[in-house]
């Protein structure tokens, strides 16, 4: 390929990332911020740079594109590799532009369920995912990528690895100025960039993250842990939740050892996201920070303002259902993380879950006992203390919520007995893990109780420890 269409092909890429922006502004009823869809005339236009820029690209040899490692004190841009085009050098570099711009474009339209792109479209998808692809089929098989990541022909992931070092310097400055926001919208935002450019930004940055699995992140966390939790802290809902999901990846793909010199810093960050963060950034928040603590687990003690944190959410913000909700599924797996840990925080999380066990909302009621269930599952050999007071509470759930059923014969195409009879199932499941770990006096007095009743089938609690006490009459 010749430098002239190489740069050709660059500006056909810039012309699908910077003036996305002028061209917003400029529709009428589409704000600047890019809330609302492209309309036809911009999406068309944008289909088409796509669909040249993949010409030009799939003009190269199989292999042939170069991928020279960029200078740290170079300035990429296409002008200074005009100046010097007859150079083999800045040929390479007019090719290494290529592949950057090319990825930040890709970045930009390609779809990502957990990433909101309103400027995007299906058919803009397609084109940026057909573009990767060529992408790859057109960079040499030594692909700048860690040795032992390289496969025989590089696929998306070694691309994207390779291309990052060159990647992030680009999208820093937006990133990782330290300026002052102010979320009033009376106020204007002090220097830095715009909230526009620092979405744009921030998505970028959050896709290509997002498509790299743990071996190609171990060598990019340096570089990249600091830009996302930038992001994190960002004024704007929508530019926080890019690093939030961006952070998520990382902590659920990299290896611990990757993670633990940044541990500090990224447990002070699980902890600050979950602070003052409105409704649409809880649904990401809450699960990010559970999964930074599942990462690292409670090798530093950092973790405890984590968790405190959380229950501290828990008792003033989660009176909404839908916060509530999100806290429940959230917090399940990291009980098994911190195993006996959990005793630590006993006196305020079990009036939570019992509390929200006993909620009329069914919903709420079964991840209540889900989660009590990851409680007693990872804390057994201290249920003895606990286990008489937790049967009480589950038998007065039991009985409010079968007369609750009875009451909803004729409400089957709500699915409430549905939901009744997976909560019964689970309080008849926690019965059983409170037999099992509660003790031999424990275990007597039920025994004592099951003898004494009438129809223990009737009972869900006592018929679930049915198999341990008289095994004779289980079928």
């Not at 089929?137 to 990528?145: Q, R, S």
């Not at 909302?361 to 989660?371: F, I, K, N, R, V």
Request: aromatic letters at 6%.
């Amino acid at each position: 390929m010749t430098g002239r269409a190489v740069l050709q092909a660059c500006d056909l890429a810039d012309r699908l990332l910077t003036p996305l922006e002028e061209t917003l502004a400029s529709v009428s009823g589409i704000p600047v911020d890019g809330q609302r869809d492209l309309n036809q005339q911009v999406e068309a236009r944008a289909v088409s740079d796509f669909e040249r820029l993949l010409g030009v690209v799939s003009t190269v040899a199989p292999g042939t594109l170069q991928n020279t490692a960029p200078s740290p004190d170079r300035k990429w841009s296409a002008a200074s590799a005009i100046e010097e085009v007859s150079d083999q050098q800045a040929e390479s570099d007019a090719e290494q532009l290529l592949v950057v711009k090319s990825c930040q474009a890709v970045a930009l339209y390609a779809a990502d369920t957990a990433l909101l792109t309103p400027w995007s479209s299906h058919q803009l998808n397609v084109a940026a995912r057909r573009l990767l692809k060529q992408l790859c089929a057109a960079m040499p098989t030594a692909v700048a990528a860690p040795p032992q990541t390289a496969s025989p022909q590089p696929d998306e992931q070694d691309l994207i690895a390779a291309i990052m070092p060159a990647v992030l310097p680009v999208l820093s400055p937006a990133l990782l100025f330290q300026g002052t926001y102010s979320r009033s919208p009376g106020k204007p935002t002090k220097e830095g960039p715009d909230a526009f450019t620092r979405r744009l930004a921030g998505r970028q940055l959050a896709f290509l993250l997002r498509q790299l699995d743990y071996k190609h992140l171990t060598g990019l966390l340096l570089s990249a842990i600091p830009c996302v939790l930038t992001i994190v802290k960002d004024p704007s809902p929508s530019i926080q939740c890019y690093g939030l999901h961006a952070l998520q990846h990382i902590a659920t793909e990299a290896l611990a050892t990757d993670l633990r010199p940044h541990q500090q810093q990224l447990m002070a960050a699980a902890q600050e996201m979950l602070v003052g963060c409105d409704d649409t950034v809880w649904l990401v928040a809450a699960p990010t920070s559970c999964t930074v603590i599942c990462a690292l687990g409670t090798g530093h003690v950092a973790y405890q303002n984590v968790v405190k944190e959380l229950l501290r959410q828990a008792e003033t913000q989660c009176y909404k259902q839908g916060r509530r909700l999100v806290w429940l599924q959230a917090v399940k797996p990291i009980f098994k993380v911190l195993g006996l840990h959990v005793l630590r925080f006993f006196s305020t999380l079990m009036p939570l879950l019992l509390g929200w066990c006993q909620e009329p909302d069914q919903a709420t009621c079964l991840a209540a006992l889900q989660a009590l269930r990851e409680v007693i599952k990872h804390t057994w050999p201290r249920m003895r203390a606990h286990a008489s007071f937790l049967w009480q509470q589950l038998q007065h759930i039991s009985m409010s919520r079968s007369l609750h059923g009875g009451n909803a014969q004729a409400c089957k195409g709500d699915g409430l007995l549905s939901a009744d009879a997976d909560i019964q199932s689970c309080v008849a499941n926690i019965a059983e893990m409170l037999y099992l770990c509660g003790g031999p006096p424990f275990q007597e007095t039920m025994h004592d109780a099951w003898v004494s009743s009438k129809n223990p089938a009737a009972d869900v609690m006592l018929d679930a420890i049915k198999l341990h006490i008289a095994p004779e009459q289980t079928v």
